[in-house]
């Protein structure tokens, strides 16, 4: 038996198909290029004006801001959201929960 092509016969058809996926994938990294250099202006902001954003606000801020520039730099960047990436993502989440939970349980240790 022989593999049976997904794709049709036509190079045209296919030329055209992955022009346009790869039109759009751009247009999702620019995108998110853009919103990255957007969230870092906004970071330095908050640090630039102490008397504006206190301390206990830019601190926590700025770290919710890395945390939403990493799901960026994971999901397109590095192509977390594409189709075949299931097994990486998994592996990913279960070592960000195992991190996170350490940390959680060292500053409960020390703190308590």
Known sequence: MAMKETTSGNPKVNLAYRR???AEEMKH???????????TIVAF??????????P???????????VVQVIFQLYYFM?????????PTLFLYAGITVAFLTV?????????
């Open 20 to 22: 346009k996926r790869n």
């Open 79 to 87: 192509h977390m959201s594409h189709k075949g990436h299931e097994a």
């Open 56 to 66: 206990i606000f830019s601190v926590p801020f700025i770290l919710l801001l890395a």
């Open 45 to 54: 902001l908050a640090v630039a004006y102490p008397k504006t954003f206190t």
């Open 29 to 39: 990294q620019l995108i998110t290029f853009a919103l990255m250099i957007f969230l």
């Open 104 to 112: 959680l349980t060292f500053m409960t240790i020390v703190w308590l």
